[in-house]
């Protein structure tokens, strides 16, 4: 089942929507379920409330599989920059300069955005469905992968299994790479990183950067989280229908299904 309700962000006073998936047997059985947390809520489920049509199509694939989890979807701000500046925890820095050739204000509201899940959306979602608490894992794609590698350092005993997809960790390189090498991740049971070798097509140099991005990133993780695993998909784009292909991967290695 998928529910939608609105849930107010006191940090950014405004109304947020927040889509909830329960697991088939959430209305037959009197048990508790893991919960995963993911950002850009309207791209979690169903194409039809996708913001260009193409989602990951996760109901249908939860459904079919009956994995037993609930998942939460946190809908993006589409106002201006407003996603930029709400999934970048700092400012976009030097390596961002760099790749993108462009001096960039945007950034800089992670930390308040991922405040508010852990004080305020994730005790909602524990009092109102059977959850179980203690079992609480976070995932995203693109820039909701690098607002998801700083939740996981910031909170690293709220947020134990980690899935980070084609992540544009290359905004915030410096300061993300800074917080990991200081971060203690031992509380982290699973670890998922992917990026592809075309994520930006027909720019050779962009994708050889995004790529390095994240491999830089893996570098530091590697060495402080036993399971981890990164991906790089040859030929793989920085697009949704080459985000859902990946769907069955970071499921079953978080939930081992």
Not at 26 to 38: A, D, H, I, S
Request: hydrophobic share 35%.
């Amino acid at each position: 089942m998928l529910e939608n309700f609105n849930f107010p962000i006191s940090a950014f006073n405004h109304d947020r929507t927040i889509r909830v998936y329960t697991p088939f047997n959430y209305g037959e059985e009197n048990k508790r379920y893991p919960v995963l947390y993911m950002h850009d809520g309207q791209n979690v489920f169903q194409d039809e409330e996708a913001i260009k049509g193409i989602s990951l199509e996760l109901k249908n694939y939860l459904d079919e599989r009956k994995f037993e989890i609930i998942v939460v979807g946190i809908d993006t701000n589409i106002v201006g920059d407003e996603r930029k500046n709400e999934y970048c925890p700092w400012v976009d820095g030097e390596y961002s300069m760099k790749l993108s050739g462009q001096v960039s204000t945007t950034g800089g509201k992670g930390a308040a955005y991922v405040d508010f899940i852990v004080h305020e959306l994730k005790p909602y979602i524990d009092r109102t469905y059977r959850t179980l608490e203690d079992s609480t894992s976070i995932a995203g794609i693109s820039l909701g992968g690098l607002i998801s590698t700083y939740s996981a350092a910031r909170y690293p005993q709220v947020f134990t299994k980690v899935a980070s997809i084609s992540s544009a960790f290359w905004r915030n390189q410096e300061e993300i790479e800074k917080l990991l090498n200081h971060a203690d991740l031992s509380s982290i049971e699973k670890f998922y990183m992917d990026a592809g070798t075309k994520e930006v097509p027909g720019d050779e140099r962009i994708s050889n950067g995004f790529l390095e991005s994240n491999q830089r990133v893996y570098e530091i993780l590697k060495e402080k989280i036993p399971d981890i695993r990164f991906e790089i998909l040859e030929d793989g784009e920085h697009s949704y229908s080459f985000f859902r292909k990946r769907v069955a991967a970071v499921i079953s290695y978080l939930y081992g299904q």
